[in-house]
T-cell receptor
């Protein structure tokens, strides 16, 4: 069974601070997705990374896929209260359908004004 | 995640009753996936369906749970004789094709068993 471990589980910071959350596994993934989920809503896809060492930027968010495709990180610069939410990573192993993803348990981020 | 429609958004059932959750995929999508999320946990894959076919049900509990995606109409996740442990958020996602395609989630159905 593939497992994705996310850390930290909870993170509370002040507006304007930077932060990094992590997603680690002992398994290799063909692709990895990051989602953000707000209370009472479904997950919203932020990014998909597929190449080892890949870095993608989405405004203040920077996503990195590890060289070995076993881990990933999400860095947020100058966090804002609107960034508050549950950040989930999900991985797809080789030869499995993209919809059958393995999810981590998420990092709950709170950004205080 | 706009476009994947789930209903009801909230459902309350007494122990022993049946729960039916519906999912209409995005327009043009023929692949549907159901996930379950317990409080403060990530999503757990349940089942993957195409029209009239169950492709992968490896995440479905062996008893009381079933899913279908008929030729016409929405996909339905059915839970018979619900128990309190079934209380969770159930998410549906869809994709245009299988294998490597991005999936889009609906807003979920929250089941509470009292």
């Amino acid at each position: 069974t593939q497992l994705l471990e996310q850390s930290p589980q909870f993170l509370s910071i002040q507006e304007g601070e930077n932060l990094t959350v992590y997603c680690n596994s002992s398994s290799v993934f063909s692709s990895l997705q990051w989602y953000r989920q707000e209370p009472g809503e479904g997950p919203v896809l932020l990014v998909t990374v597929v190449t080892g060492g890949e870095v993608k930027k989405l405004k203040r968010l920077t996503f990195q896929f590890g060289d070995a495709r076993k881990d990933s990180s999400l860095h947020i610069t100058a966090a804002q209260p609107g960034d508050t939410g549950l950040y989930l990573c999900a991985g797809n192993s080789l030869n499995t359908n993209a919809g059958k993803s393995t999810f981590g348990d998420g990092t709950t981020l709170t950004v205080k004004p | 995640n706009a476009g994947v429609m789930q209903n009801p958004r909230h459902l309350v059932r007494r122990r022993g009753q049946e729960a039916r959750l519906r999912c209409s995929p995005m327009k043009g999508h023929s692949h549907v996936y159901w996930y379950r999320q317990l409080p403060e946990e990530g999503l757990k894959f349940m089942v993957y369906l195409q029209k009239e076919n169950i492709i992968d049900e490896s995440g479905m509990p062996k008893e009381r749970f079933s899913a279908e995606f008929p030729k016409e109409g929405p996909s339905i996740l059915r839970i018979q004789q619900v128990v309190r442990g079934d209380s969770a958020a159930y998410f549906c996602a869809s994709s245009r094709q299988g294998g490597g395609n991005t999936i889009y989630f609906g807003e979920g159905s929250w089941l509470t068993v009292v």
